[in-house]
């Protein structure tokens, strides 16, 4: 059985008694059996192949979860703060120091002068007409 897609698993240690980091090292005595390493106190423990394939699987996609996640951080601070010196483009997220809200632009238009009209849908305080710089 082909297990050499995964070469570390977080497991239970029945020696360390916790989760614990173990090396796949060799098949086990029987054809569907796999030794494992314990990285902490060294002592193998046998698993099943499937087993082993399945957390293998499992563990790769959490990783994959969180790589994805840490390219796109889904926090507040990503979003910047309204100020009418700043020009912000249709579609962009902007939080509002006043309303204490976050909201999306929904439409940019022609002010008076240097300035332009932006509309803002706010999460909970609704839509608001506010004004922004032409830089
Ligand atoms: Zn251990």
Redesign the pocket.
């Known amino acids: 059985m082909q297990v050499s897609n995964v070469k570390e698993i977080e497991i239970y240690?029945q020696?360390?008694k916790t989760e614990?980091r173990m090396s796949v090292m060799r098949p086990g005595p029987s054809s569907d059996s796999h030794w494992l390493k314990?990285k902490?106190?060294s002592?193998y423990k046998l698993i099943n192949v499937n087993e082993l394939t399945e957390m293998g699987k499992k563990q790769a996609e959490i990783k994959k979860k969180k790589l994805a996640n840490s390219e796109q951080p889904v926090t507040t601070e990503s979003v910047p703060d309204y100020d009418a010196r700043r020009t912000f483009l249709k579609g962009q997220k902007l939080y509002h120091p006043g309303f204490k809200d976050c909201g999306t632009i929904k439409k940019v238009s022609q002010g008076s002068g240097d300035f332009q009209k932006i509309l803002v849908k706010f999460e909970h305080v609704g839509e608001k007409l506010l004004v922004q710089s032409i830089s």
Request: hydrophobic residues 10%; contains cysteine; proline residues 0%.
């Open positions: 240690c020696y360390c614990t314990c902490q106190c002592l």
